[in-house]
């Protein structure tokens, strides 16, 4: 089974920091480009950052750009979105997701956490 779990969301202040994690199971993680979105309420969903499969590229909104940092961890089967200087306008649920390529569709999705930034 297909599996895709954020975590690491929560409450945080204007300014600070969090790391959120994304641990794939059932697919061949090292064949998968993995990419976070968020939406925030009200609003459509919008790509955040993503890492390439083939060469370990990553992409960045520019709204993110300088603030967030996306990594893998093939060992672990982990991608993670180490997001700082964050801004109540960062507020929104968190997906992460894996497809062929970054840029292309995503076939998994995960359920979301939730990051709550306050002014």
């Known amino acids: 089974e297909v599996q895709l779990v954020e975590s690491g969301g929560g409450l945080v202040q204007a300014g600070g920091s969090l790391r959120l994690s994304c641990a794939a199971s059932?697919?061949?993680?090292?064949?998968?480009?993995i990419g976070w979105f968020r939406q925030a309420p009200g609003k459509e969903r919008e790509g955040v950052s993503c890492?390439?499969?083939?060469?370990?590229?990553?992409y960045y909104a520019d709204s993110v750009k300088g603030r967030f940092t996306i990594s893998s961890d093939n060992a672990k089967n982990t991608v993670y979105l180490q997001m700082n200087s964050l801004k109540p306008e960062d507020t929104a649920v968190y997906y992460c997701?894996?497809?062929?390529?970054?840029?292309?569709?995503?076939?998994?999705w995960g359920k979301g956490t939730l990051v709550t930034v306050s002014s």
């Open positions: 059932g697919f061949t993680f090292d064949d998968y480009a």
């Open positions: 997701a894996a497809g062929f390529e970054c840029g292309m569709g995503m076939d998994y």
């Open positions: 890492i390439s499969s083939s060469d370990g590229s990553t």
